[in-house]
């Protein structure tokens, strides 16, 4: 049972332009979603971080945005570097035992072409 | 400069060994967590410690243990009995606030020859 769905494997967009990365999630109990970015080889390192009474977080360029009726979250990179080229992880944490534990979805491949 | 510490980097096995991945933390977290990268499966959760001297199995533990004696160390061992172990593993360990979220180590990736 997947409880945290990245839809789309990859993402292509042009320098300069927004990416927007989708995330979606079936638990109700969850309360708070993070989305970290990963190169090959290393670690995922923590991007922007909303909680579940917010429905806008901003931070430079990352804006995150959480719509807790649909279950969906979103992550708008503007404008797009070719530096943001990486993995993108949404995570999200709560649910019935606050142990700390995050659930990852698939992760989205995103392409930023010069 | 505080933060998660992996070794080796890459790990070869023969089957049928247990190996074990090293991590250590100095960053005072009380919680870490092992999680496994596999290509379009995202990151799965192994094991986790919320406290030294206890532990929970997470969503795959088959096939693993793990040990928190000290606040800064969180091995994994891989046993034979883990029937595909060829993977990047990854250790994080989380600060009381969500606001950040988990640092991760750089990984080990764990191939079975």
């Known amino acids: 049972d997947q409880q945290v769905k990245q839809n789309s494997p990859s993402l292509s967009v042009q320098e300069g332009r927004i990416s927007i990365l989708n995330c979606d999630y079936t638990?109700?109990?969850?309360?708070?979603f993070l989305w970290y970015k990963k190169y090959p080889a290393e670690g995922p390192t923590f991007l922007i971080s909303?909680?579940?009474?917010?429905d806008k977080n901003e931070d430079g360029r990352f804006t995150v945005f959480l719509n807790k009726s649909a279950k969906h979250l979103s992550l708008h990179i503007v404008p797009s570097q070719p530096g943001d080229s990486a993995v993108y992880f949404c995570a999200a944490s709560g649910g019935s035992s606050n142990t700390g534990k995050l659930i990852f979805g698939q992760g989205t491949t995103l392409q930023v072409k010069p | 400069d505080g933060g998660i510490t992996q070794s080796p980097k890459y790990l070869f096995r023969k089957e049928g060994q247990n190996v074990t991945l090293s991590c250590e933390q100095n960053l005072n977290h009380d919680a870490m967590y092992w999680y496994r990268q596999d290509p379009g499966q995202g990151l799965r959760l192994i094991y986790y410690s919320q406290i030294v001297n206890d532990f929970q199995k997470g969503d795959i533990a088959e096939g693993y243990s793990v040990s928190r004696e000290k606040k800064e160390s969180f091995p994994l061992t891989v046993t034979s009995a883990q029937k595909n172990p060829t993977a990047f593993y990854l250790c994080a360990s989380k600060e009381n606030d969500w606001d950040y979220g988990y640092t991760f180590g750089s990984g080990t990736r764990l191939t079975v020859v």
């Open positions: 638990n109700s109990m969850f309360d708070y």
């Open positions: 909303i909680s579940s009474i917010k």
